[in-house]
């Protein structure tokens, strides 16, 4: 499975961004799908998962702001809204097929004013 992430950006405190995460491969293997982010002089963190059957989890840092969803193929989103300076990291999708996991590339996203 690969994955590339992509829609990060500048964005002002209390705007939106959207990321997309493409998968190629073996989509039809992927169990659940997650979203990371790690920030500056910090360990990376899960910011949210979507599994299989569509049910969802959310870091309580998100809750209420960020929308995980996923479509048919397999594309994997995150809606990023009322965003805050200390969103600020580069963003990771990761893959769950079996018992391997399969990391994206990254996208910066930057909330600043």
């Known amino acids: 499975v690969q994955l590339q992430a992509s829609g990060g950006g500048l964005v002002q405190p209390g705007g939106s961004l959207r990321l997309s995460c493409a998968a190629s491969?073996?989509?039809?293997?992927?169990?659940?799908m997650d979203w990371y982010r790690q920030a500056p002089g910090k360990q990376r963190e899960l910011v949210a998962t979507?599994?299989?059957?569509?049910?969802t989890n959310y870091a309580d840092f998100v809750k209420g702001r960020f929308v995980v969803s996923r479509d048919a193929k397999n594309t994997l989103y995150l809606q990023m809204n009322s965003l805050k300076p200390e969103d600020t990291a580069v963003y990771y999708c990761?893959?769950?097929?079996?018992?391997?996991?399969?990391w994206g590339t990254g996208t910066l996203v930057t909330v600043s004013s």
């Open positions: 990761k893959a769950r097929v079996g018992g391997t996991d399969y």
């Open positions: 491969g073996r989509i039809f293997s992927i169990n659940a």
């Open positions: 979507i599994v299989r059957g569509g049910t």
